[in-house]
């Protein structure tokens, strides 16, 4: 395979070029979920368009009733008889506040020296443009090299992400019979090719095999028509967020089991296979906890934390409001409280099923005097990758051969809902290859991605577009 090693040679000479490229894309404010970065979000999209363009994809932004998808395609070589990869990413990123939380400012991308080496800062930096690169720049260094892209590949990256990929189906829908129609004029789509998850550690690159769902839900708790004097009304009134807090003070009992009726009637159990393979990686307790910023954990009984993370169903409140909260004592009843939650589900669980049984439990329990309100925002089914999947087999032999490293497989305790979306819609299944660590801090201040990894991302896509390449259909 000296194609390739050349091709590796070359990604890590002109290394340098592709960290300022991808500083460039991180200094656009694509934060989608905020109307007043629309235009930023679109020139991030645009951005991608125009590197895809350069590289002799046929590129465009495809509108959606939200923030349009970077479309782009390439037949590969003359004659081409492998698979066609769809390559998955996405270019919105989360808010970057809190703001004052930030050592340098979230859209101005630095390089700093890390404990494992040189690494990016900057929103997006890991979640997901870093990774999105990975793949471009695998692209850039076959053209420039060989002259051709040895794959069919077509590339989907979402500017809608982060905000449940809410249009994403829909658009998946339309283009059905163009991604994998059999008149499909590029020819149909065999299977996705995400990297939007993570590493098992900086020098050992993973396969994801699970992805958990997710449901996300507002419960707004209305009392009396205006705030009171709690002298005056407190005992005699329902105050919304002592009711808010007595009800979700009862969903988990002391063993951290989630109290709604039928939440775990579903939950596919851990086989024990699946669990010894999961206890031989090795995980770092402890580490993990350091990188919290604690010492204890807490958590469902009888399950390892890695187990709880991967393969466990969760319910967390990821909000609650109400009240007075500015300085000094206000002695009052408040007129509402409210409360967001959010749960990660695993195999077989349905969403729409525990979000039924989930609000009937917290109605059960509001007292006549309160009005509740509830807001749906948005859900997402597991993932397991198909166990038989030829593609991991070659992904997992190549890169031991090209690369000197194996892939582990492992699971991901975050979700990337569409992943199931190209299965539903399209039949496609999907490889999860990410380059994450759990100490990028994604969604939180001070995002980095570890130059390392931007590296290792870069020569696994090389390594694979041309193992695919070599793949009977
Ligand atoms: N890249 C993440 C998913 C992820 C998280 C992978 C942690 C590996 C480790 C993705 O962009 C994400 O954050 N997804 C959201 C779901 C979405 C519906 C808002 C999540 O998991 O919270
Ligand atoms: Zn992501």
């Known amino acids: 395979m000296t194609t390739t090693q050349d091709v590796l040679a070359q990604l890590d000479q002109v290394f340098d070029s592709s960290v300022s490229r991808l500083a460039q894309w991180l200094s656009i404010p694509s934060v989608g979920t905020d109307p007043a970065c629309n235009d930023d979000t679109r020139r991030a999209g645009q951005w991608l368009v125009d590197q895809l363009s350069a ?3 046929e590129a465009q932004l495809a509108e959606t009733p939200g923030h349009p998808v970077v479309m782009a395609h390439h037949p590969g070589p003359v004659g081409y008889a492998g698979p066609h990869i769809l390559f998955y990413g996405h270019y919105d990123v989360q808010p970057a506040d809190p703001l004052d939380l930030w050592k340098s400012p979230p859209f101005e991308p630095v390089i700093e020296d890390g404990p494992t080496g040189k690494r990016i800062v900057a929103r997006g930096a890991a979640d997901d443009k870093g990774q999105v690169m990975t793949f471009v720049e695998a692209l850039r260094a076959w053209k420039d090299v060989t002259g051709e892209i040895p794959c069919r590949i077509t590339c989907l990256v979402e500017g809608e992400e982060e905000s449940g990929s809410v249009n994403l189906d829909n658009f998946l829908t339309d283009q059905r019979e163009a991604l994998v129609g059999t008149g499909a004029a590029n020819g149909p789509c065999d299977f996705v090719v995400v990297s939007d998850t993570g590493m098992w550690d900086s ?10 769902g997710l449901i996300y839900l507002e419960f707004i708790l209305h009392g009396p028509s205006h705030d009171l ?21 009862r969903l988990h009992d002391a063993d951290r089991c989630i109290q709604i009726p039928g939440f775990y009637d579903d939950v596919q159990p851990l086989s024990d296979a699946l669990r010894a393979e ?3 990686l090795g995980f770092d307790e402890q580490g993990f906890l350091t990188e919290c910023g604690l010492t204890e954990d807490v958590g469902e009984y009888g399950y390892s934390l890695l187990e709880r993370q991967w393969g466990r169903p969760t319910c967390d409140i990821n909000g609650i409001v109400g009240g007075y909260t500015g300085k000094g004592a206000k002695t009052v009843i408040p007129a509402t409280a409210s409360v967001k939650v959010s749960c990660r589900l ?8 525990i979000t039924q049984s989930f609000i009937e439990w917290v109605k059960a329990q509001v007292p006549p005097a309160c009005k509740l309100e509830v807001l749906d925002h948005g859900s997402g089914r597991p993932f397991v990758m198909a166990p038989d999947s030829p593609y991991v087999e070659v992904a997992r032999a190549g890169l031991e051969e090209d690369l000197g490293k194996r892939p582990v497989l492992m699971g ?16 496609l299944d999907a490889l999860l290859v990410g380059f994450g660590l759990s100490d990028d801090r994604v969604h939180s201040p001070n995002e980095k991605f570890d130059l390392k ?11 694979l577009l041309s193992r695919f390449a070599g793949m009977q259909v």
């Open 412 to 427: 991901c305790g975050g979700s990337i809902p569409v992943v199931e979306s190209f299965k539903r819609i399209l039949g």
């Open 346 to 353: 695993v195999p077989n669980q349905d969403p729409d099923k």
């Open 278 to 280: 999961w206890e031989a």
């Open 453 to 463: 990894c931007f590296n290792l991302g870069q020569r696994t896509h090389a390594a």
């Open 203 to 212: 020098n050992t690159p993973a396969l994801t095999t699970m992805l958990r």
């Open 55 to 57: 590289i002799g994809l």
């Open 229 to 249: 004097h709690s002298g005056m009304a407190g005992g005699c009134v329902p105050n919304p967020i002592n009711e808010l807090t007595r009800i979700f003070g």
